[in-house]
């Protein structure tokens, strides 16, 4: 489906390494990206700017981890369909990594959550700490076309 190599995915907000996906992919996450991390980001203490992603996996052809099948089916990153976030950079050196963040009552677990929740306005499968061990490292957004619109939201 002709994926695309994207470094920017709004203004001033890069994908560090850059990261191939198709542009149902990219659309989503510039929206995503738009309305609620840039905003997101501007709540934390002293209102930083988020300038990159870190990134995890992107376009890679490759079995769905953590299926326990054995002969998993093919992850969403085979089709350009998904992309992982391992970090969030600030402005002001800051880097916020995705990791757990159970019942610590700050701010931080506020915000990752509150990206993570966001991301199934626009993806379809959403996937981060919590979900299970595979992700707990990261955010896993994808755009995975399922029947009647069903999403999976962890």
Known sequence: ARPIRVDQIIPDLTLEG????RC???RALGLWAQDFLRPGTAMLPGAPR???LQ?????DCRGRIGTGEAQPKVSEHAFGNAIDIAAFVMDNGEVL???????TGDITEGFQMAMQKAGCLFF???????SNAAHDN?????VAVRNGGWRLCE
Request: no cysteine; glycine share 12%.
């Open 50 to 52: 988020v300038t990159s």
């Open 24 to 26: 149902d992919t990219a």
């Open 97 to 103: 990594t995705v990791e757990p963040r159970v019942d």
């Open 18 to 21: 850059g990261a191939v996906m």
């Open 55 to 59: 990134l995890g996996t992107t376009y």
């Open 124 to 130: 379809t499968t959403v996937l981060g700490p919590g």
């Open 138 to 142: 990261h955010l896993h957004f994808d």
